[in-house]
């Protein structure tokens, strides 16, 4: 019984941490005016993983592109990294993998010249950081339980195999 718990827990705790360290936690959007007039934002850490579900809002919180889908006429190009438009408009981007949800906005600058946008923390990244860091601590702790549960386990064995040795 001890024993599922301990391989369960040592399970826990490295999906908990393949996550964290897949998952973005920071992403900026930087935009720029290509020579065509079309304008192209792209994200500074795009997710890893290609099991994710991306979204692209206008300021009006209307969605222009999801995951590969995009309205025409409106997006001109859509990658993991980067969406482009027909216009210059603030963008509102949203992706969630593993059930982790960052988000950021993107502002739009029209002049010819690359310029970075304002680039948002994404919400809750502390609480974030405190439940997986709770949740290892927890992992630890029943990893620690299951291996001194094992070693009381073996010095009960090893005393009442002494006792019988010496009847």
Request: charge should be neutral.
């Amino acid at each position: 019984m001890m024993n599922g718990i301990g391989l369960m827990a040592v399970w826990l705790i490295l999906r908990l941490a393949s996550a964290a360290v897949g998952s973005p936690l920071h992403l900026t959007c930087d935009n720029k005016q290509l020579s065509n007039g079309s304008f192209v934002f792209q994200l500074s850490q795009p997710p890893s993983s290609h099991n994710c579900s991306r979204c692209w809002e206008d300021g009006n919180k209307m969605v222009i592109a999801r995951d590969s889908e995009s309205l025409p006429g409106i997006v001109l190009g859509l990658t993991d990294e980067s969406i482009t438009l027909a216009h210059c408009q603030a963008l509102h981007y949203i992706v969630e993998c593993d059930g982790l949800r960052v988000e950021t906005d993107c502002t739009c600058h029209s002049d010819q010249n690359p310029s970075p946008s304002h680039s948002i923390t994404p919400r809750h990244h502390r609480h974030i950081g405190l439940a997986v860091a709770g949740i290892l601590l927890i992992g630890l702790i029943i990893v620690c339980l299951y291996f001194w549960k094992k070693q009381s386990s073996a010095k009960k064995a090893s005393g009442f195999a002494h006792i019988h040795s010496q009847v």
